[in-house]
């Protein structure tokens, strides 16, 4: 079992900045990948970025790419999602999933096997 718990959502204007933690237990952290997504009301569940279990391989959808940054400190047993420069339409549920599967990280949330409970972002225009 691996429990994920996310923090750092707020309300922030454009072009402004959070940085999302999602803390982990469980399971030996630094054995899987991570991933972040997210859920504005009315749409599907989408991708933002992943993170492989060392941390050397990052991946971004491109709506995002340039403006926020995955990492993670194995040793603190958390992910964090930097975002930049966001945007109202930056604004939805932001969850953490851990997916594990030692391969790639993937972009498909059916591939993430724990989530967790989600952390409103709201981004003013």
């Known amino acids: 079992q691996v429990q994920l718990v996310e923090s750092g959502g707020g309300l922030v204007q454009a072009g402004g900045s959070l940085r999302l933690s999602c803390a982990a237990s469980?399971?030996?952290?630094?054995?899987?990948?991570m991933g972040w997504f997210r859920q504005a009301p009315g749409k599907e569940r989408e991708f933002v970025a992943a993170?492989?279990?060392?941390?050397?391989?990052?991946y971004y959808a491109d709506s995002v790419k340039g403006r926020f940054t995955i990492s993670r400190d194995n040793a603190k047993n958390t992910v964090y999602l930097q975002m930049n420069r966001l945007k109202p339409e930056d604004t939805a549920v932001y969850y953490c999933?851990?997916?594990?599967?030692?391969?790639?990280?993937?972009?498909?949330?059916?591939?993430?096997?724990?989530w967790g409970q989600g952390t409103q972002v709201t981004v003013s225009s």
């Open positions: 999933a851990a997916d594990l599967w030692p391969g790639v990280p993937s972009r498909m949330k059916t591939s993430y096997d724990y």
């Open positions: 469980g399971r030996t952290f630094s054995n899987y990948a």
């Open positions: 993170i492989s279990w060392s941390g050397d391989s990052t």
